[in-house]
């Protein structure tokens, strides 16, 4: 990326926009940059440098989304919206009571559809299905199962829906 020619200010933006949702992850008892920390094993000295201007490590995309999740504040979403002109708002859903539940089913729905795909991929690729690799198999699509009930319930509570999942 050190060759890659970035519009000016690029860097800064991406700067001030980590230091943001670095500090949307305080609670009270730890600062953003402790439970960045906490949450993903990077070292206090490499969450500094994403935040640091004058080192070019940039905070890994993974990481960007985690902390988004985490904190339930779009910081750099609104960062990347701007830069195009556009303006991010919430996903309105009635009364907004289940706009949480909604978000969180969806990521949560991704993570065991993926975990369903890698244990299936796990055991398929020696060529041989073992008793304990159908077993995981098997826990990975009941966990996505339960998900797609819970998610299935918290849409069937949603207001003017009649109670359909």
Known sequence: MDDTALPDGLITLI???????????????????QRLEHLTGFSAGTISRWQGDAHKDLMPLE????????????VFARALAALTGHRLVPIDVGDGAHEGDLT?????LAAS???????YGSALAD???????????????????????????????????????
């Open 15 to 33: 700067k001030s926009t980590s230091r943001a949702a670095v500090a949307s992850l305080a609670v009270s008892g730890s600062t953003g940059p």
């Open 63 to 74: 990481v960007v989304f985690l902390a988004e999740f985490i904190s339930q504040k779009p």
């Open 104 to 108: 969180r089913d969806m990521v949560e």
């Open 113 to 119: 559809a993926a975990q369903v795909t890698m244990a």
């Open 127 to 165: 060529g041989v299905v073992t008793p304990r690799e159908r077993e995981e198999i098997r826990r990975a699509k009941a966990k996505h199962q339960e998900m797609l009930v819970r998610a299935s319930r918290n849409l069937a509570d949603l207001p003017g829906t009649g109670g359909e999942g």
